[in-house]
Each structure stands twice: as structure tokens, then as C-alpha cells.
């Protein structure tokens, strides 16, 4: 069963957990770019202050605010959450947007799962309240053993 991961963190923990779809909302702080022209560089080049062959500052390659989306990751953010069967939604307030609505573009199952309430947890059909790390263990051993007394 494919699993899409459709994030806003921007350190790649995704990836080195073994996740292999992931979708990068906000960019990754892996990568370095022009802040002028857009182009690529190399970690060396931003460590070292380079400027770019256009005169730009070198800048890791994520999005701040009043940017646009990566337009990549975007629109197959969108086409993967309108396939899919279940919605897991993890460790967010919701007030990000435009990444705040992905939950709510899709038909599937959505659930929610936080450390505290946002005032969303009703439009979605299940909230789980608690840490990200203990809630998923309790869910995988909730899986793996169906029979277990529910936590």
C-alpha cells in the first residue's frame, strides 16, 4: 500500500525514516537556490557566502511567507489526497494555509491526530488526541494485534 507524505517540515526526516513519497510543501533546507534568479547551488556555495553568477544571495530552497508553493509538490499534494482512501493528518494547528486545506479536498476518511484541539477536530471523522510518536506506536500495536485492549 503506497503511502504519500505530504508535508510542511522542511528537514527531510521524512525521507530518512524510509518514507519514500514524499511531497515537500514548504521546500527543504537540503537544498540552496538564487534568491534573484532561482538557480541552483551547492551547500558549499551558500555556506561559503558565494554569490550567484547574477549577483542574487544564496538562500536555502524553502518557502517563507507571502511565497508561492512549490507548484511541483502542489498540484501532486492535490492529485494524491483525492485518491486516496484514508487521511491521516499529524501534529498541526491547521492555520497554515494554503496546506491547511489539503484535508478537506478529499472524499476519503480523514483523521486527525494532535496534541491538543484546534477547532477543526469536528470536521474530521476521527481526532486522536496526543503526541505524534506515543499515539502512532499505540495505533501500530492497535494493527498488529486487533484483539489488544484498546488504549
Known amino acids: 500500500m503506497p503511502v504519500c507524505v505530504c508535508t510542511r517540515n522542511v528537514d527531510r526526516l521524512h525521507q530518512l525514516a524510509g518514507s519514500r513519497q514524499v511531497r515537500e510543501l514548504h521546500g527543504t533546507i537540503r537544498e540552496f537556490r538564487c534568491h534573484d ?51 491521516l493528518v499529524i501534529g498541526t494547528s491547521l492555520q497554515v494555509a494554503p496546506v491547511n486545506q489539503l484535508p478537506f479536498l478529499t472524499k476519503a476518511r480523514r483523521i486527525f491526530l494532535n496534541a491538543e484541539e484546534t477547532g477543526y477536530e469536528h470536521q474530521f471523522d476521527v481526532f486522536i488526541r496526543g503526541g505524534a510518536r506515543n499515539s502512532l506506536i499505540a495505533i501500530d500495536r492497535r494493527i498488529d494485534d486487533p484483539a489488544s485492549p484498546r488504549a
Do not use: N, Q, Y
Open 37 to 87: 534568479c532561482g538557480a541552483p547551488h551547492g551547500e558549499e556555495d551558500f555556506l561559503g557566502k558565494t554569490k550567484c553568477a547574477c549577483g542574487g544571495r544564496l538562500r536555502p530552497d524553502v518557502v517563507l511567507f507571502g511565497e508561492m508553493l512549490p507548484s511541483d509538490a502542489w498540484r501532486s499534494s492535490l492529485d494524491a489526497i483525492r485518491k486516496e482512501d484514508v487521511v
